[in-house]
T-cell receptor, first 114, second 111 residues
Framework: EPEVTQTPSHQVTQMGQEVILRCVPI?????FYWYRQILGQKVEFLVS????????KSEIFDDQFSVERPDGSNFTLKIRSTKLEDSAMYFC????????????FGSGTRLTVV | QKEVEQNSGPLSVPEGAIASLNCTYS??????FFWYRQYSGKSPELIMF????GDKEDGRFTAQLNKASQYVSLLIRDSQPSDSATYLC???????????FGGGTRLMVKP
């Protein structure tokens, strides 16, 4: 079964450093998403991306965050200057079309900011 | 502010019993409703989705939706120890672009 692939599985970074989280969505999917989950808290929407642009973003997704689809396969989340409170699991997801039948999440990247 | 509420649990049921998980949501414009299962340290895994009022069955799982009461539930029949996990309720609006998740209910199925 096709799956969404995320790398790395765990990243440790120092406060103030830039990080890039990588995702390879399912190949024929057109809609891409990032969510995060702080330990013990809810899964929270960050951003959705379609046709090479952001279609929706949450209040969490401020100027420190950006997304990009640099080639035909990767979808990346960049955090420019990490804060301690950015420590969380980050999940990428993709969907084939606009109709939401429940999309597939990747296995996640655990980001630890020290 | 769209809210999705779940009892955090833990909900403890014996093996073979029916587990009943509940969820309420605040936005009357919500159109699609999802149940995800999440094992500790893992990503959410889709179990079921439901759009229309009533029941929808898939194997041992039944999702129930009551839009008038803004209530959605998940029944797990013949619960197994492997069903022990956190169950996340999620909803989308008409645009269907983003999921709003509840905090999850932790289910423990005891052998």
């Amino acid at each position: 079964e096709p799956e969404v692939t995320q790398t790395p599985s765990h990243q440790v970074t120092q406060m103030g450093q830039e990080v890039i989280l990588r995702c390879v969505p399912i190949s024929n999917h057109l809609y891409f998403y990032w969510y995060r989950q702080i330990l013990g808290q809810k899964v929270e929407f960050l951003v959705s991306f379609y046709n090479n642009e952001i279609s929706e973003k949450s209040e969490i997704f401020d100027d420190q965050f950006s997304v990009e689809r640099p080639d035909g396969s990767n979808f990346t989340l960049k955090i420019r200057s990490t804060k301690l409170e950015d420590s969380a699991m980050y999940f990428c997801a993709s969907n084939r079309d606009r109709q939401n039948y429940g999309y597939t999440f990747g296995s996640g990247t655990r980001l630890t900011v020290v | 502010q769209k809210e999705v509420e779940q009892n955090s649990g833990p909900l403890s049921v014996p093996e073979g019993a029916i587990a009943s998980l509940n969820c309420t949501y605040s936005d009357r414009g919500s159109q699609s409703f999802f149940w995800y299962r999440q094992y500790s340290g893992k990503s959410p895994e889709l179990i079921m989705f439901i759009y229309s009022n009533g029941d929808k069955e898939d194997g041992r799982f039944t999702a129930q939706l009551n839009k008038a009461s803004q209530y959605v539930s998940l029944l797990i029949r013949d619960s197994q120890p492997s069903d022990s996990a956190t169950y996340l309720c999620a909803v989308t609006d008409n645009a269907g672009n983003m999921l709003t998740f509840g905090g999850g209910t932790r289910l423990m199925v005891k052998p």
